[in-house]
């Protein structure tokens, strides 16, 4: 996708400036800023069979009047799986380690490097500050196929604001 020069203006007012945005095929782009700023006459200049719009509008559709494909995420489960799909796994490991089961300080030490070892690993699990999919796990917990999210992902929170997404592959 590429956007160059974009003047756009609305009700006597110069909305967009010289706009340029350049995206490579399969990159993600991310607009944002404050109210009246031009972010919706800018989606409006993209490629509506080429680009997916994503509403994260609290109250009514931000853009009723969008041709292209969107996704509304409204509950905690969509806004995970949303993230998982814009964020792109930052780990990945073998769908074959959940068939038998995974210690949970195997996938933290080994299988990842969210901890530098089993003890650390271990340490952290007995703080109380490693969640997956946001559930609080302990040592011992067993991690199987049955905790992936779309059969695919796991989401690990370390502390309360580091998050690691896990992409389990066949």
Not at 103 to 108: C, E, G, N, S, V
């Amino acid at each position: 996708m590429r956007i160059e020069d974009v003047h756009q203006y609305y009700s006597g007012s110069h909305i967009l400036r010289g706009v340029n945005l350049q995206a490579k095929a399969g990159e993600m782009t991310v607009v944002l800023g404050r109210n009246g700023v031009g972010k919706t006459t800018l989606l409006k200049t993209a490629d509506a069979t080429r680009t997916l719009f994503i509403d994260l509008e609290a109250g009514d559709l931000a853009v009723l009047d969008w041709p292209g494909d969107s996704v509304r995420p409204r509950t905690w489960q969509e806004c995970r799986d949303l993230a998982c799909y814009i964020g792109g796994p930052m780990y990945e490991m073998s769908k074959d380690v959940l068939v038998q089961g995974l210690d949970i300080t195997d996938l933290l030490a080994v299988n990842t490097s969210i901890a530098q070892s089993k003890s650390e690993a271990r340490r952290m699990l007995k703080e109380g500050s490693i969640s997956i999919n946001k559930e609080k796990v302990i040592e011992g917990h067993t991690l199987y196929a049955s905790h992936l999210i779309n059969n695919r992902y796991l989401l690990v929170q370390k502390g309360k604001k580091n998050y690691f997404i896990v992409r389990v592959i066949d």
